[in-house]
């Protein structure tokens, strides 16, 4: 169970590196940025996803 609270925040780390990349290449590569904010968008949406399913299951097992 600890691992996984690992890899919910580990999608958080991720996010803020594609975010870092896509300011980074702003200015010389729109196309790659774009893409960068895209993958970041969908690694904070996982976070949160998995952050949901790992309550609900919490939940079920204390029943």
Do not use: S, Y
């Given at each position: 169970m600890?691992?996984?609270k690992f890899f919910q925040y580990a999608y958080l780390a991720f996010a803020v590196l594609f975010i870092y990349e896509a300011v980074i290449n702003w200015n010389s590569d729109r196309n790659r940025a774009y893409m960068m904010l895209v993958i970041a968008a969908?690694?904070?949406?996982?976070?949160?996803?998995?952050?949901r399913f790992a309550?609900?299951?919490e939940d079920r097992n204390k029943r």
């Open positions: 600890k691992i996984q969908l690694a904070v949406f996982m976070f949160f996803f998995r952050m309550k609900k299951m």
